[in-house]
């Protein structure tokens, strides 16, 4: 990728598995990024989110805990499709903090007239979402491979990117069908 890109990483530390984007953004400060790459752990502070979106990117990258159905530990990446997402949800979901999931803050962007470029979401299959510090075994062992996915993202050249995206739409369309987070064009389903 080429430009300035933002990794967003969101999720909740008293939420067991969801602080899985937080796990990952601390891993992240210790490896060496391409320049304009800038990774901030969000927490639950989608509002802030939304708001440093306006700064303008190329690229966003959104790590966060993702049910999909799949088993725990696996690792997503899937391009939203702002067009299929139901409209409203942002202004339902301002008041409550563990409503600001990526599609909510996406949505409010576009309220507030700001374009997050291009989105990619790396998502991760929670085995426990209960109130309680940690992630579990799986979740945690997958950090490592979210990360590798993270760089390979912000350090492939684009048009290698995009012909390796349809290479796996095909492979990963039934995939597709099974998502519970919404209308979506998957790119990769598992790290």
Do not use: K, W
């Not at 979901?93 to 909510?104: I, K, R």
């Not at 309220?111 to 992630?135: F, H, K, Q, S, W």
């Amino acid at each position: 990728m080429t430009g300035r890109t933002l990794i967003a990483c969101l999720g909740n530390i008293f939420l067991g598995d969801d602080g899985f984007g937080v796990e990952v953004a601390q891993r992240l400060t210790g490896e060496e990024l391409p320049e304009g790459v800038r990774v901030t752990d969000y927490g639950i502070r989608g509002m802030h989110l939304a708001y440093d979106l306006a700064e303008g990117f190329d690229t966003t990258i959104l790590v966060d805990a993702m049910q999909r159905g799949d088993e725990p530990g696996t690792i997503y990446v899937v391009e939203p499709d702002p067009a299929q997402r139901p409209a409203g949800d942002a202004a339902l979901s301002l008041f409550n903090a563990h409503g600001m999931q990526p599609d909510v803050v996406l949505d409010l962007a576009g309220t507030l007239g700001i374009e997050a470029g291009r989105v990619l979401v790396v998502g991760c299959e929670p085995a426990n979402l209960d109130e309680g510090m940690g992630l579990s075994p799986a979740v945690a062992a997958a950090v490592d491979e979210a990360v590798r996915v993270v760089i390979r993202l912000v350090t492939r050249p684009r048009h290698d990117e995009e012909r390796h995206d349809e290479e796996r739409h095909d492979e990963e369309r039934h995939d597709e069908e099974r998502s519970a987070a919404g209308p979506q064009q998957e790119i990769t389903a598992r790290g």
